[in-house]
């Protein structure tokens, strides 16, 4: 199952399972209706395996197009690389100027803003180029835990109409994360 589902008329699913760009130790994968026209934006997805995963596409309809991207932080790497990753992929989709939907699996906890500064980086990162979150609970939680790494990034001028939140469910201690 996802982590990260985005339901918009361009597409059906992000998700980071199963195949679209792959390696031998990590996948991350968009998912795309069949009558959708698109195109992956190589320039933009950023593969480090072990590291750093992403995969972006652009969507196209007749009078308007959209970027759709996820992007995966492997737990426990190197939190200042993540950083200058994450705002280079950022910088350049900002340059675009287009509508923008990020799915992460950031391993960055936004509970744990006030103390952790590699986590307000990541937070000012996005939302210094106009993105900004959409999950606001925790996405992870355990018996013990409870931690917020999972999120969907709207650019500021898309996400007005939009609703997110998370599907609680005892399958997994992680959460689905939703945006309509």
Request: hydrophobic content about 35%.
């Amino acid at each position: 199952m996802s982590k990260t589902t985005t339901f918009t008329k361009w597409m059906v699913t992000i998700w980071y399972t199963n195949v679209e760009i792959r390696d031998t130790e990590g996948v991350v994968a968009v998912y795309i209706r069949d009558c959708l026209k698109y195109k992956v934006c190589e320039d933009l997805s950023l593969f480090q395996t072990g590291e750093f995963e992403s995969i972006f596409v652009e969507f196209f309809s007749d009078h308007k197009s959209i970027i759709v991207g996820e992007i995966y932080r492997v737990p426990n790497t190197d939190e200042n690389t993540s950083l200058q990753r994450y705002e280079a992929v950022i910088y350049k989709i900002k340059k675009l100027n287009k509508d923008t939907i990020i799915g992460t699996d950031q391993n960055f906890d936004y509970l744990m803003l006030e103390s952790h500064t590699s986590t307000t980086a990541l937070l000012d990162t996005f939302i210094s180029h106009g993105l900004a979150p959409c999950i606001t609970r925790p996405t992870r939680v355990t018996h013990n835990t409870a931690t917020l790494i999972d999120n969907i990034y709207l650019s500021a001028n898309y996400c007005n109409n939009c609703s997110s939140g998370i599907i609680i469910s005892d399958i997994s201690s992680f959460y689905l994360c939703w945006q309509l």
